[in-house]
DNA sequence: TTGTATGCGTTATCAT
DNA sequence: ATGATAACGCATACAA
């Protein structure tokens, strides 16, 4: 790979006119300009950005720091986070922690090697007081993505909202009872049982939580929960996975859905469309999240004085689709 | 960030004796071992990998040039190469084409620009000879991934075999007629009608096939097929994807799965298993592929000497679940 | 407009 | 065992 004091030599100038020509910056004789040009373009040279950064400049790297890159809806993300970078000419140095605090921890020291410019994080644990502590210290412009933390940029999705919208459907939808799976601290469990206490005082008796994932122990707990609630059901699941999981056992147990059960998952993953019946779903404005969390930082970059935190909810949309819509017979 | 030479200053020694210490290398002085060690630990240091690369030694980047990061086959190779990357101590350094040629080709630079050590490439045409002579002049290890480039190392799986299995499968679960959904220059295509062809000599008449994606003209083609060939159908979709929409069609048809259709799709995605009924899928040996791509391309990166071009057909593997299987009752 | 000199943080080759 | 010194490829301040 040619360098540019080769160029120099062959061209007969200066190593540091060279870098002039090649950046475009200072007036050049023009007879010079394209002699070096042409040689540069000849060889094919291609600046060294480890020489680059070595003087000064940036790296141009961003660290991409997440917990499963296998995981569909981070696999988009890091899809429209790319493309953001590449506008502003920069590249993702990837890591995938597993969700493990060990490899998280290596990897926050990698990054420091390779001096990247910023880091864009999905943590394993986003209030963890060791993990932030390490990131303070790092002194690397960075912004938290899809979690909240605090004291720390943060673009992420209001999942309590999203759980309103979900409740809120369901209700309009119909449903006298409620079956909800996942785990209760989530925020989109908070936001669902919100709302729905406000539209119905005795909501908690009609409400069933599963949290098992077992497909027969969850068939016997729907069981349960249609032999007491013959009104009709509204299921909201975690995510699209669980949801189409649940789909499967309505099928089997005999269920009607949307008739007898309206179900609403949540990522508002591909498959949703093709399902039999459509699965409603939640939609996370993915590409929307990646554009500001690489906004945020290219701004922190550029600025490294404005020491602002800022946090970014953004809001979730529901996309109904056949699996809850109470269709009037 | 401390640098060896401000280490150095701390430590009243020399910045090559720094040096010494942080790389365990030579016999040092045990007390200013300890005293630098220290030093170091204190201040968090850690090497600058710019400025290790210029003087000599590898970036430790790999590039990573992929087509599709957001489609979850390609997210969960790449979570594996990382995995593999990580274990040896290489990074990532991650681009998206999108398909797009001129993306491939500007990464194809700025892959360059950071003088990776390899590049794992998931070209957008595999055998395009602009492609190829641009990669050959780079002159970085390649291994080329799930296709098969002709003078590259490639590790990729064998379609053609795949497609004969999944043949064989439906044979022997009891179908009278086939309908393939694809494309026919597909290997998998290929090796399906080969198969079926040498136990069944009248074998196209009962083949028909579908491009088309419109559920609605779909539903349409079924109907004819299912009309004409009164006997069990197998269903071969050329991915998941397809295989659900699929599914979701005959589902809404009415036509008994696996009763009256075996149905078999290609990707093994999670949803597989959850579906009803829960559909048979090839399994492409995703951690396999990379596992392999990656110790042939660091033994490229360790011996450049070796120039000999590796082809790597893996075997992918079906998975067979109820959709296809043929219930005596 | 152009060349000289210097420094970025390492590694590596010398002496000592 | 350790310290000078040079070199990697580039940017930049300064001199001419």
Not at 110 to 129: F, H, K, T
Not at 158 to 168: F, L, N, S, T
Not at 209 to 214: E, L, T
């Amino acid at each position: 790979m040619i360098t540019m004091t080769e160029i120099a030599r062959l061209t007969g100038v200066s190593q540091p006119t060279v870098s002039r020509v090649l950046n475009g910056n200072q007036a050049v004789n023009p007879e010079v300009r394209e002699r070096v040009m042409a040689c540069a373009k000849a060889h094919g040279y291609q600046p060294n950005v480890m020489a680059q950064s070595l003087a000064g400049s940036r790296t141009h790297l961003i660290g991409v720091i997440l917990t499963d890159i296998s995981n569909a809806f981070f696999a988009d993300l890091v899809k429209y986070l790319e493309q953001e970078a590449r506008k502003s000419g920069f590249s993702l140095i990837l890591f995938n922690t597993n969700y493990e605090l060990l490899h998280e921890q290596e990897y926050l020291e990698v990054v420091q090697r390779y001096r990247v410019d910023g880091l864009i994080v999905v943590p394993v644990q986003e209030n963890a007081s060791k993990w932030k502590t390490h990131i303070h210290h790092l002194n690397i412009p960075t912004v938290v993505i899809t979690r909240r933390a605090e004291g720390l940029d943060s673009v992420y999705v209001d999942h309590q909202e999203a759980g309103a919208q979900v409740g809120r459907h369901l209700h309009e939808e119909g449903c006298e009872s409620y079956v909800f799976f996942g785990n209760t601290v989530d925020q989109k469990y908070q936001g669902f049982v919100e709302i729905l206490e406000e539209q119905d005082s005795a909501f908690r008796e009609k409400l069933t939580i599963i949290a098992i994932r077992d497909s027969n122990a969850v068939e016997r707990e729907l069981q349960k929960h249609f032999e007491q609630h013959p009104g009709r059901t509204g299921i909201f699941a975690y995510n699209d996975r669980r949801a189409l999981q649940i789909l499967g056992i309505l099928n089997k147990m005999g269920i009607e859905v949307p008739g007898r059960a309206g179900l609403v998952g949540f990522d508002n993953t591909y498959m949703c469309e093709y399902l039999y019946p459509p699965l409603s779903s939640v939609s996370q404005p993915n590409e929307a999240m990646a554009v500001k969390a690489m906004e945020l930082l290219l701004h922190k970059i550029q600025q490294p004085e404005d020491i602002h935190v800022e946090n970014w909810p953004m809001r979730a949309e529901l996309i109904p689709r056949e699996s809850s819509l109470f269709r009037k017979k």
